[in-house]
């Protein structure tokens, strides 16, 4: 995932990116700094790219009861709303502070301000490759 900040001064982009930098520690992920030559001015990375042994996944699948799964995917799923619906609340105050908090994705980019909870987990679903 990268979120695009953008503001009119250089002081409260670099506040919102400390913000959102305090966000993204209490939820175990950390800040990355754009490449050069970006024009982001702050940018979080969420890599998904991690690698599974394709033995152990379904020794695990057969392993795992459904109904356990289901509860901990819906269990995953309430943990991911709360985390989206506190990202579009500060991306809201931010907002006031006169900084500008954009997803920005493969097909366009996006307010994040503008989005629901599910609009934005849809978003970060549509992003990633493993599904």
Do not use: F, Y
């Not at 959102?20 to 998904?48: D, R, V, Y």
């Not at 819906?74 to 954009?102: G, N």
């Amino acid at each position: 995932m990268i979120i695009q900040l953008e503001g009119a001064g250089t002081n409260s982009v670099e506040a919102a990116r400390r913000s959102l930098e305090a966000i993204a520690h209490g939820w175990g992920h950390g800040i990355a700094a754009a490449p050069a030559g970006a024009a982001t001015a702050g940018t979080i990375h969420h890599n998904h790219d991690k690698g599974v042994d394709p033995v152990a996944v379904a020794a695990l699948a057969v392993s795992i009861p459904s109904a356990a799964l289901a509860v901990v995917d819906l269990a995953d799923r309430i943990r991911s709303r709360r985390r989206a619906k506190e990202l579009i609340d500060h991306a809201q105050h931010l907002a006031a502070q006169q900084v500008t908090v954009c997803l920005v994705s493969r097909s366009r980019t996006v307010e994040i301000r503008a989005l629901g909870p599910d609009q934005l987990l849809e978003l970060l679903a549509e992003e990633d490759p493993a599904g």
